[in-house]
């Protein structure tokens, strides 16, 4: 268990918390780091600045965030967590968690998508873009995007 700032460039980490309250862990589980979640540092500059490829998506981030984060170098613990997107096609899983902002939030728990709620994954398309899936007895297509938000583990 190391803290991320002491970390390799280009080497895939994987988060296991945030030790320090002062940083908004509610906005950074917003954009997806979460425990579980892969990590990896994309490149540092000269003025401590970090460029942090989180999922698909990189994130600017200041030392100060940065050296808040404990990472480890494999994943920790039985159960592990990943978005719906990554999930395999016909799989049952379970949410355990909705992130991003609250319109997101609002839109995904109003299709049915709450805590604790079982789904499987019945499609994808080719190019993984929409997914359809079963939830409470009946079938949604979700956008790739939608589907990011949408935390999930083995049921």
Do not use: C
Request: aromatic share 6%; charged share 25%.
């Amino acid at each position: 268990m190391i803290r991320l700032i002491e970390g390799n460039q280009g080497k895939q980490y994987f988060v296991l918390e945030i030790i320090n309250q002062t940083v908004s862990n509610r906005h950074l589980a917003n954009l997806g780091l979460i425990s579980g979640t892969p990590i990896r540092i994309v490149s540092k500059n000269k003025h401590g600045d970090y460029i942090i490829l989180l999922r698909d998506t990189r994130l600017a981030m200041s030392e100060q965030v940065v050296s808040q984060i404990m990472v480890s170098d494999e994943r920790v613990g039985e159960k592990t967590t990943w978005s719906l997107s990554e999930a395999q096609v016909e799989t049952q899983v379970k949410v355990t968690q909705i992130v991003g902002d609250k319109k997101i939030r609002r839109r995904l728990m109003d299709m049915g998508l709450t805590k604790g709620t079982p789904l499987y994954l019945r499609k994808v398309a080719p190019l993984g873009d929409p997914l359809e899936i079963s939830v409470r007895g009946y079938e949604l297509t979700l956008r790739k995007t939608e589907a990011e938000f949408i935390i999930v583990e083995e049921f």
